[in-house]
C-alpha cells in the first residue's frame, strides 16, 4: 500500500511539473513546502524546539521568495537555476553526514570515536562539525569531506539565490508572474 501512494505522488508530482497551466511559484512551494514542514514538526513536536522552528520557517520564506525571483530573472540562462535544485539537496545531505558522523545516538561504545578513536563523538549543527574529543583535549576531525561538499553547495547556492533575492528586491513583479498562469498563444494561430 505504500509504494502504491508512493507512486502515485510521484506520478502526481511528475504532472505537476510538465503541466504548463501551473504557474512555476506553485510548483516551486509544492516540492520545498512538505520537507520544510517535515523539519518544522520534528522540531516543534519531537524536540520541543518552538525559537529553531519559527527560525526555519523565517528562512524558508526568504529561500522561497529567493528561489521564485531566481526563477524568474529573464536574462538568467537555465544552467544556475538548475544547479540550484542540485546544490541544495546536495548540501542538505551532506550535512546529514557530517552531524551523524559521530553516532551519539548509538549505545555508548559503539560509536566510532570511542571504539576506534577512544574518545567521546562530539557533532555541532550549524557550522555542522563532528568530531572526537579525547581527555587530554585533542581532537580528530570526523567527516571532514561532507564538510568540504556542504560548504561547497552552501557557498553556491547562496550566491544563486543571493542574485534571485536581488531580482525580487529590484523588480517585485518579478515574484508576483511566478504565481500566476499565462496561456501563451502563438501569433499563427
Known amino acids: ?18 503541466h504548463p497551466r501551473v504557474a512555476p511559484g506553485i510548483k516551486v512551494v509544492f516540492f ?8 518544522v514538526w520534528l522540531l516543534v513536536e519531537v524536540y520541543e524546539r518552538q525559537l529553531t522552528a519559527a527560525v526555519v520557517v ?7 521568495v529567493a528561489l521564485t525571483g531566481l526563477l524568474g530573472h529573464p536574462r538568467l540562462p537555465i544552467w544556475p537555476k ?12 551532506a550535512w546529514l553526514l557530517v552531524v551523524t558522523a559521530d553516532d551519539t545516538i548509538k549505545d555508548p561504545g559503539e560509536d566510532p570515536c570511542s571504539m576506534y578513536y577512544g574518545g567521546v563523538g562530539v557533532s555541532k549543527p550549524f557550522p555542522p562539525q563532528a568530531y572526537c574529543r579525547y581527555d587530554d583535549g585533542t581532537t580528530h576531525a570526523l567527516a571532514s569531506g561532507a564538510q568540504f561538499v556542504f560548504w561547497s553547495c ?26 500566476r498562469f499565462e496561456l501563451k498563444l502563438t501569433e499563427g494561430a
Open 82 to 93: 538548475v544547479v540550484v535544485f542540485v546544490t541544495v539537496p546536495v548540501a542538505a545531505m
Open 32 to 39: 520545498t513546502a512538505p520537507p520544510v514542514a517535515g523539519v
Open 58 to 64: 523565517a528562512v524558508f520564506v526568504v529561500v522561497l
Open 154 to 179: 552552501f557557498a553556491v547556492s547562496l550566491a544563486l539565490l543571493s542574485v534571485g533575492l536581488w531580482q525580487v528586491v529590484r523588480d517585485p513583479r518579478t515574484f508576483l508572474r511566478q504565481f
Open 1 to 18: 500500500m505504500t509504494a502504491l501512494l508512493a507512486v502515485i505522488a510521484c506520478a502526481f508530482a511528475v504532472f505537476l511539473l510538465v
